[in-house]
């Protein structure tokens, strides 16, 4: 099966409701799979974020860091308890709400009521607030552009 059929694109604007719930896009629902998800408190060009992830990409990151070489096991158990630390386990309604924690909205800066970006990063997606997803859009342009000069797709 090919991968890009299954994959979160593009970048959706959508509100955070009063209670801290969002529409999940329709076409990401089928990647939740059973509708348990994984919030991780992370940063997109060094701009605050929310990564969420399938189950699947939760353990990809773990298993990444079992197998960094020249890592002691002390250092993965420390990089392993931090990702631990710093995510949590949710799950998206029937309806694909996706309920944000309140007191995980601080990390984003993100406020109920307002409007947020959803962006799709093939596995995972962000959650960002307006002003930092365009600050990370510029960033993003101004890398890509460099990038692109080698494989011409923009």
């Not at 509100?15 to 919030?39: E, F, I, M, Y």
């Not at 002691?72 to 931090?82: I, T």
């Not at 630390?85 to 800066?109: I, Y």
Request: glycine letters at 6%.
């Amino acid at each position: 099966m090919n991968h890009s059929e299954h994959a979160l694109q593009g970048a959706f604007e959508h509100k955070l409701d009063p209670k801290c719930r969002v529409s999940v896009p329709a076409d990401w629902r089928n990647v939740a799979g059973s509708g348990q998800l994984r919030l991780l408190q992370s940063s997109s060009y060094e701009l605050p974020a929310l990564r969420v992830l399938t189950e699947e990409e939760y353990d990809d990151m773990l298993k990444t860091v079992d197998a960094m070489e020249g890592w002691s096991p002390a250092q993965k158990k420390k990089m392993k308890g931090k990702i631990h630390s710093r995510s949590q386990k949710v799950s998206m309604s029937d309806q694909g709400k996706l309920l944000v924690p309140k007191a995980w909205c601080s990390h984003p800066e993100i406020e109920p009521g307002e409007a947020i970006k959803l962006v799709g990063r093939g596995t995972y997606f962000e959650i960002l607030n307006l002003a930092n997803y365009a600050v990370m859009e510029a960033r993003e342009d101004e890398e890509t552009k460099i990038l692109n000069e080698e494989v011409d797709f923009f």
